[in-house]
T-cell receptor
């Protein structure tokens, strides 16, 4: 079993839809949870960062962490074609420890 | 404020050759980590440098080595290249004990 599992998709939605992206993990020591967006042939861009359990909202993006279920989610409201990218979940045990990534979910938002 | 920069953008090598990739961290950052991202996969941690020393290392062979300079920039060296080393190599920087890592655009290495 991999430490972080993420459905690679691809996921295709119409413009304006609510998108739900998820990851599960096995290491209960993970405390820091991140979502990165990666456009084709580019480096990952940090979207959301959450420490421990709870929700965090930033504009159209909401990140949720449920440590009891070892499950994290990213919601994108009013999705736009510019949101088409690969979304990577990442997590770490403590500050400056290596990030452990999921495989990434490829999202296409169709106009 | 310049972000993380990497050079070169693309590189083509043949099996058995050696390669050096370079990274300049974001301004004010002192810690550099390197990751390998194979096609269709998430990035895999190679190693991390802080105060010019390798602080942590992932599950990569000794063919992968690195260096950090006094100005915090870093190099990744790979010897005896294999076809399987073809990937996007990403550099990430952070400041001290911060938990937020910022990535550069990557160097795409193709081994023929």
């Amino acid at each position: 079993q991999k430490e972080v599992e993420q459905d690679p998709g691809p996921l295709s939605v119409p413009e304006g839809a609510i998108v739900s992206l998820n990851c599960t993990y096995s290491n209960s020591a993970f405390q820091y949870f991140m979502w990165y967006r990666q456009y084709s042939r580019k480096g990952p861009e940090l979207l959301m960062y959450t420490y421990s359990s709870g929700n965090k909202e930033d504009g159209r993006f909401t990140a949720q962490v449920d440590k009891s279920s070892k499950y994290i989610s990213l919601f994108i409201r009013d999705s736009q074609p510019s949101d088409s990218a690969t979304y990577l979940c990442a997590m770490s045990v403590s500050g400056n420890t290596p990030l452990v990534f999921g495989k990434g979910t490829r999202l296409s938002v169709i106009a | 404020d310049a972000g993380v920069t990497q050079s070169p953008t693309h590189l083509i090598k043949t099996r058995g050759q050696q390669v050096t990739l370079r990274c300049s961290p974001k301004s004010g950052h002192d810690t550099v980590s390197w990751y390998q991202q194979a096609l269709g996969q998430g990035p895999q941690f190679i190693f991390q440098y802080y105060e010019e020393e390798e602080r942590q290392r992932g599950n990569f062979p000794d063919r992968f080595s690195g260096h950090q300079f006094p100005n915090y920039s870093s190099e990744l060296n790979v010897n005896a290249l294999l076809l399987g080393d073809s990937a996007l190599y990403l550099c990430a920087s952070t400041k001290g004990g911060s938990d937020t890592q910022y990535f550069g655009p990557g160097t795409r290495l193709t081994v023929l």
